[in-house]
């Protein structure tokens, strides 16, 4: 049974009790919201147990907008794989892998228009290489799609990092268009990708070393010209070294102002070559550039400075701060051109060098109130005695994806929550997703608490086609009374990487 890859559509989440006064390091208010739309099955009848069917209370409107074998659209950051214009218009790109084995893969676009209407159900191909993937999105020069992906042309080749571009809006006549290449490196991929307000092309891509040592993450730009449908690129320059695949960027609307974001290992001697290192003990970095043009890596700010361990304080303290970030960030920038980041803690002890099998939160900040970090879900109910495992590169909440309704000025922040219930673990022994959104009617500093949307169980010893595992949500910058959300729905909760 193949994995759906569906477009969601939420209405707006309206606040219906007011929030507590600020503190630092709050809890997520017990904030239910009022939620209208269609409650519509979000999968294949075919795979669909019938008994089920009355039980799922699903929100908003769905919409299959494609299929695919690759039930992991991205290791860590996810970026943005929809967009949403303000004449209408939602577009969509996504890794497909046409076949059981995901020999074939590669990128496809669809999009719906304003009423409501799909241009290719099931969606259409983007490149003909032998093989692509990983792919992210922007919208602009009047509605053209730009999805940016890594590809090869040669069978077994390198895979390296390129940007597709429409010929005119909404036509699927897509060009690609490769970025450079960099002295001594044979694999710049994974890449994120955002239009700053002079329509250049801000792209953030990771090297691929093939190990577990430590590796880079590389920036670019690319202007693209109308008159010849083409991108040119500056050279890749270095930007840092990560041991995770969490790398964002993003871009104001009103100013110059561009931001991107890292993990970096605070392991000793990071990043020195032939370090053991740790995928788990990260800070946040972020590096704000005010005109876009010439970022100063060297001036990055180290977002969260966790407390390090200090060994002769008592036992169970002598750690200092127990979390972490761990893969996965989200960057934006409001309408009043504040950032905004939204981040994954697990829990980590860096003397004993573990944390717990799945337990996170994950956490908002804003440069508009910089001392303060907002939980935005917290996922530690059940640390101390479930020891269900969520899978490589998962924790139990994860996968933040922030976005502004510029009427009204609420944040959302969707995200995905295993449901981690020792009942409905699937036939491959992983628990299966949902899809969470929470409101913040204050700027970030409180958030309301995160509302299923999906609302799906997964039988117990679920059998492949019968899980309910939603996975790899985004959603799109803009709000319009509606947030349009996109996710993978896999009918088999199993980990392609064991």
């Given at each position: 049974m193949k994995h759906l890859i569906i477009s969601l559509t939420l209405m707006t989440l309206i606040p219906v009790f007011s929030f507590a006064s600020t503190k630092p390091l709050k809890t997520p208010m017990v904030n239910y919201p009022v939620m209208t739309g269609n409650e519509v099955y979000p999968g294949s009848p075919?795979?669909?147990?019938?008994?089920?069917?009355?039980?799922?209370?699903?929100?908003?409107?769905?919409?299959?907008?494609?299929?695919?074998?690759?039930?992991i659209q991205h290791n860590g950051t996810i970026g943005r794989m929809i967009e949403r214009s303000t004449d209408g218009y939602t577009d969509f790109v996504w890794m497909n892998g046409l076949d059981y084995g995901v020999i074939n893969r590669h990128i496809y676009y669809n999009f719906i228009d304003p009423l409501g209407v799909q241009a290719w159900p099931g969606g259409y191909p983007v490149e003909s290489s032998q093989r692509a993937g990983y792919t992210t999105m922007d919208v602009d020069f009047n509605g053209i799609a730009f999805p940016a992906f890594h590809w090869t042309n040669t069978p077994g080749g390198d895979f390296w990092t390129a940007v597709a571009t429409d010929f005119f809006a909404h036509t699927g006549t897509f060009i690609t268009y490769e970025t450079l290449p960099y002295a001594g490196v044979d694999k710049i991929i994974w890449p994120k990708v955002q239009f700053d307000r002079n329509q250049v092309l801000q792209i953030v891509s990771t090297e691929n070393p093939g190990g577990f040592e430590s590796y880079r993450h590389f920036y670019t730009t690319g202007t693209y010209n109308p008159l010849t449908y083409s991108i040119v690129y500056e050279p890749w320059e270095e930007m840092t070294w990560t041991m995770t695949i969490a790398g964002d960027v993003a871009a104001s609307d009103i100013s110059d102002r561009v931001a991107y974001g890292w993990t970096y290992c605070r392991d000793d001697g990071f990043p020195a070559p032939g370090g053991d290192y740790s995928q788990y003990n990260n800070d946040i970095h972020i590096l704000i550039d005010d005109d876009g043009l010439d970022p100063d890596w060297s001036q990055a700010v180290n977002l969260t400075d966790f407390i390090p361990p200090i060994p002769f304080w008592p036992p169970f303290t002598q750690n200092g701060d127990t979390l972490r970030a761990y893969t996965d960030m989200s960057l934006f920038f409001d309408q009043d051109d504040y950032l905004h980041v939204a981040f994954t803690t697990p829990s980590y002890f860096e003397i004993q060098g573990i944390m717990y099998w799945h337990a996170s939160i994950i956490w908002h900040w804003t440069e508009q109130y910089p001392d303060e970090f907002v939980m935005i879900h917290n996922a530690f109910d059940d640390f101390w005695w479930n020891t269900v495992d969520c899978g490589t590169w998962n924790v139990k909440a994860q996968r933040p994806s922030l976005a502004q309704d510029p009427s009204t000025g609420y944040l959302y922040c969707s995200y995905q929550v295993f449901d981690c219930d020792t009942n409905a673990i699937s036939a491959g022994d992983l628990p299966s997703g949902e899809v969470f959104v929470s409101v913040s009617t204050d700027g970030g500093?409180?958030?309301?608490?995160?509302?299923?949307?999906?609302?799906?169980?997964?039988?117990?010893?679920?059998?492949p086609g019968s899980c309910f595992n939603e996975i790899c949500p985004n959603m799109a910058k803009l709000v319009d009374g509606t947030c349009h959300i996109m996710y993978v729905m896999d009918h088999d909760a199993a980990d392609p990487y064991r």
């Amino acid at each position: 049974m193949k994995h759906l890859i569906i477009s969601l559509t939420l209405m707006t989440l309206i606040p219906v009790f007011s929030f507590a006064s600020t503190k630092p390091l709050k809890t997520p208010m017990v904030n239910y919201p009022v939620m209208t739309g269609n409650e519509v099955y979000p999968g294949s009848p075919k795979s669909t147990p019938p008994l089920l069917l009355d039980n799922l209370d699903v929100i908003g409107e769905i919409d299959t907008i494609g299929t695919t074998w690759v039930k992991i659209q991205h290791n860590g950051t996810i970026g943005r794989m929809i967009e949403r214009s303000t004449d209408g218009y939602t577009d969509f790109v996504w890794m497909n892998g046409l076949d059981y084995g995901v020999i074939n893969r590669h990128i496809y676009y669809n999009f719906i228009d304003p009423l409501g209407v799909q241009a290719w159900p099931g969606g259409y191909p983007v490149e003909s290489s032998q093989r692509a993937g990983y792919t992210t999105m922007d919208v602009d020069f009047n509605g053209i799609a730009f999805p940016a992906f890594h590809w090869t042309n040669t069978p077994g080749g390198d895979f390296w990092t390129a940007v597709a571009t429409d010929f005119f809006a909404h036509t699927g006549t897509f060009i690609t268009y490769e970025t450079l290449p960099y002295a001594g490196v044979d694999k710049i991929i994974w890449p994120k990708v955002q239009f700053d307000r002079n329509q250049v092309l801000q792209i953030v891509s990771t090297e691929n070393p093939g190990g577990f040592e430590s590796y880079r993450h590389f920036y670019t730009t690319g202007t693209y010209n109308p008159l010849t449908y083409s991108i040119v690129y500056e050279p890749w320059e270095e930007m840092t070294w990560t041991m995770t695949i969490a790398g964002d960027v993003a871009a104001s609307d009103i100013s110059d102002r561009v931001a991107y974001g890292w993990t970096y290992c605070r392991d000793d001697g990071f990043p020195a070559p032939g370090g053991d290192y740790s995928q788990y003990n990260n800070d946040i970095h972020i590096l704000i550039d005010d005109d876009g043009l010439d970022p100063d890596w060297s001036q990055a700010v180290n977002l969260t400075d966790f407390i390090p361990p200090i060994p002769f304080w008592p036992p169970f303290t002598q750690n200092g701060d127990t979390l972490r970030a761990y893969t996965d960030m989200s960057l934006f920038f409001d309408q009043d051109d504040y950032l905004h980041v939204a981040f994954t803690t697990p829990s980590y002890f860096e003397i004993q060098g573990i944390m717990y099998w799945h337990a996170s939160i994950i956490w908002h900040w804003t440069e508009q109130y910089p001392d303060e970090f907002v939980m935005i879900h917290n996922a530690f109910d059940d640390f101390w005695w479930n020891t269900v495992d969520c899978g490589t590169w998962n924790v139990k909440a994860q996968r933040p994806s922030l976005a502004q309704d510029p009427s009204t000025g609420y944040l959302y922040c969707s995200y995905q929550v295993f449901d981690c219930d020792t009942n409905a673990i699937s036939a491959g022994d992983l628990p299966s997703g949902e899809v969470f959104v929470s409101v913040s009617t204050d700027g970030g500093m409180n958030w309301a608490l995160g509302t299923n949307i999906t609302q799906t169980v997964t039988p117990d010893n679920g059998a492949p086609g019968s899980c309910f595992n939603e996975i790899c949500p985004n959603m799109a910058k803009l709000v319009d009374g509606t947030c349009h959300i996109m996710y993978v729905m896999d009918h088999d909760a199993a980990d392609p990487y064991r």
